[in-house]
């Protein structure tokens, strides 16, 4: 899905602790302490929750779990190691974020980002806006095998225009994160993807086949209920985008040059560049471009009366760390730059999520009960709809309580790998709910990294997406709905030895 190729632990590394003292309702213990925690502070705080309060919750959930887990003599140490190795397995998630950020702003000063929403007013209107959000994001992540890196992009650039175009943020949103983790699950270059035939034990190319068979119904319903509401949107907004034509064109020189930026980015991920390389190249592409096509933007973020090579180097550099401002009288083109204009300063807050996340995640895993939650799951599976509705039910508790999308694949696909087997099921079974339950709906919950990511770099809360991400929440459905109807459930095709030679034949 993202960055995993820079991380230094590797997703199929990931080890659950069991812990044989501990009962079920000892690990639950902290699960409804953080949900009853979170619930009452997101009361008290509403949007502003994210600012630093949930944060706290979070190590407070920790500190209930390293309650449970002293009492059943397990030692602190132990705890912070875990955590230690948590933290750590996100190194990769947290320098992306910051690249992220450092990129926005280059490409804000640039005129990349306006010169996206400019181009896009004229080609897109209310009405389509939404449909096309989708299938541009699921072209892009397929491409790149990457939804992050389709929302730190052409994510950025949507999200500017259909503010202009005065369509709903979490709509904008909900749309591309749809088609964005569409891409993301079908594409071969896809980290989950790769993950969850890995941990099923079965072949890439036939999990992609396999999965397509809920996977397309699911964006296809997806597709028609954005085409709907696109229908729903105030067409007059259309009428006001030439004030927003002429005023981005007054603040920035606009020219089809720009899109060589983004397109030289993209065809790095397509050439399976690392994602931190392709954003530094991106970033530092758009200071150079900042320079030659918008010195007086760059003069003017600098506070300087000319440009020299002093006043390049602070105005690019202000873009690329802290939150910029462009000179515009248009409230709206305001609001738009100023959420683009982030720089690394303003991925702090998320990865001071993303960290909070991992300690809570860390110390559940390290007292045993990431594991006694998921064997109690198991042990509910009395049937083959049970098996398939445990694995779900697995796959988004550990998206809540680990933080991490990868343990929702690699803890489900080692603890379920053998129960399928034992039923006579195919590993596609398993690795395509997997993806319909752990890979999408991790960018549902707005302290796992996905979904701090997603929330940080698209500028939009989660709960206010949340129920346009039809794609993603819609996926877990479609697949206890197959698996309900017994609708393709691929069988183990039992093995044929040749007596004479001992190799199999089927």
């Not at 190729?5 to 199929?12: A, G, R, V, Y």
């Not at 020299?308 to 409230?331: C, P, Q, R, W």
């Amino acid at each position: 899905m993202n960055s995993q190729d820079i991380t230094p632990k590797q997703p199929q590394d990931e080890h659950i602790i069991e812990n044989r003292e501990l009962n079920i309702w000892e690990a639950l213990i902290p699960v409804f302490a953080l949900v009853g925690m979170l619930a009452y502070n997101v009361f008290v705080y509403g949007d502003d929750a994210l600012s630093g309060s949930n944060q706290f919750i979070l190590l407070l959930g920790g500190a209930v779990a390293a309650v449970v887990g002293i009492y059943n003599k397990v030692s602190f140490t132990q705890m912070i190691d875990e955590v230690a190795e948590n933290v750590k397995s996100t190194t990769g998630a947290l320098i992306i974020l910051l690249m992220v950020g450092a990129l926005a702003g280059t490409w804000l000063i640039s005129g990349v980002i306006p010169s996206m929403i400019y181009y896009g007013l004229q080609i897109l209107n209310p009405t389509i806006f939404l449909g096309a959000c989708v299938i541009i994001c699921a072209i892009i992540s397929i491409a790149t095998g990457s939804s992050w890196t389709t929302s730190a992009t052409v994510g950025i650039a949507l999200i500017g225009i259909g503010e202009a175009l005065g369509v709903s943020l979490g709509m904008t949103a909900g749309a591309i994160l749809s088609g964005a983790y569409f891409g993301d699950k079908m594409s071969p270059l896809s980290d989950t993807t790769n993950l969850a035939p890995a941990m099923a034990g079965g072949e890439l190319f036939s999990h992609i086949k396999y999965m397509s068979l809920t996977t397309v119904p699911t964006i296809s319903i997806t597709l028609i209920v954005f085409i709907l509401l696109g229908f729903t949107q105030d067409t007059s907004g259309v009428a006001d985008t030439s004030l927003l034509l002429n005023d981005i064109s007054k603040a920035f020189n606009v020219t089809p040059w720009l899109f060589l930026v983004p397109i030289i980015v993209i065809v790095l991920i397509v050439k399976k560049t690392s994602p931190l390389i392709a954003l530094l190249i991106g970033t530092l592409l758009g200071g150079i471009f900042a320079v030659i096509f918008q010195p007086q933007v760059v003069t003017q973020i600098a506070g300087a009366d000319s440009l020299t090579f002093e006043s390049a180097y602070k105005g690019i550099m202000d873009a690329i760390t802290v939150k910029t401002s462009i000179a515009t009288e248009n409230e709206t083109l305001k609001d738009l730059f100023s959420a683009s204009g982030k720089g690394m300063s303003g991925m702090l807050g998320t990865i001071w999520l993303i960290i909070c996340a991992m300690v809570f995640g860390g110390i559940m895993d390290a007292i045993g009960a990431l594991s006694r939650i998921s064997q109690a799951l198991l042990n509910l599976a009395t049937s083959t709809f049970g098996l398939f509705a445990s694995t779900v039910a697995s796959c988004l508790t550990l998206n809540v309580t680990a933080s991490d999308q990868y343990l929702a694949i690699v803890v489900p696909g080692k603890m379920f790998k053998k129960a399928y087997e034992d039923r006579g099921l195919a590993p596609e079974n398993l690795s395509r709910t997997l993806e319909d339950s752990g890979t999408v709906t991790s960018v549902l919950v707005p302290w796992n990294t996905c979904g701090a990511y997603q929330s940080g770099v698209l500028g939009v809360p989660v709960a206010d997406y949340f129920v346009f991400a039809i794609f993603n929440w819609l996926s877990p459905f479609m697949t206890l709905l197959f698996a309900a109807f017994s609708i393709k459930i691929k069988q183990l095709v039992p093995k044929i030895t040749n007596p004479y030679t001992s190799k199999s034949i089927v």
